[in-house]
């Protein structure tokens, strides 16, 4: 924290509390990868807790041009799970970086954010360079 007293310009605080977890997303990040002939996707679980449940309102990329999303919702025991389906449309080698924005209707987490990291590799004469 920076302070206008010229004997302590600056002070650091300690903050301590307990924070409730919101949603359990597994994993956390997506990494897409693989050879640029194979389909690459990765699957992503998210389950908000039962406390502060919600509903995903909306789904998109920020960028989108190698990606695609697939969003399924199932109910068991009374609790809402999703499951995210990232899948890399790139056909040649490259390297990219998404985000994934989820639209909630909840006031805790109205939006939640999954960052994709895309590594797809050159195939030659069938090996992966």
């Given at each position: 924290m920076k302070t206008d007293d010229p004997q302590q310009p600056s002070r650091t605080l300690t903050i301590t509390g307990m924070v409730e977890n919101v949603v359990t997303i597994n994993p956390k990040i997506v990494r897409l990868v693989g050879a640029a002939d194979t389909e690459i996707s990765a699957q992503v679980s998210i389950v908000p807790e039962k406390k502060y449940a919600?509903?995903?309102?909306?789904?998109?990329?920020?960028?989108?041009?190698?990606?695609?999303?697939?969003?399924?919702?199932?109910?068991?025991?009374?609790?809402?799970?999703?499951?995210?389906?990232?899948?890399?449309?790139?056909?040649?080698?490259?390297?990219?970086?998404?985000?994934?924005?989820?639209?909630?209707?909840?006031?805790?987490?109205p939006e939640l954010v999954?960052?994709?990291?895309?590594?797809?590799?050159?195939?030659?004469?069938?090996k992966v360079n």
């Open positions: 919600f509903k995903i309102t909306g789904l998109r990329a920020k960028d989108g041009r190698h990606v695609t999303l697939d969003l399924k919702e199932t109910i068991e025991a009374d609790i809402t799970k999703y499951v995210l389906t990232v899948t890399n449309k790139k056909q040649q080698k490259a390297r990219y970086y998404d985000l994934i924005y989820l639209k909630t209707d909840s006031p805790v987490r999954i960052n994709v990291y895309g590594n797809i590799l050159e195939t030659v004469r069938g």
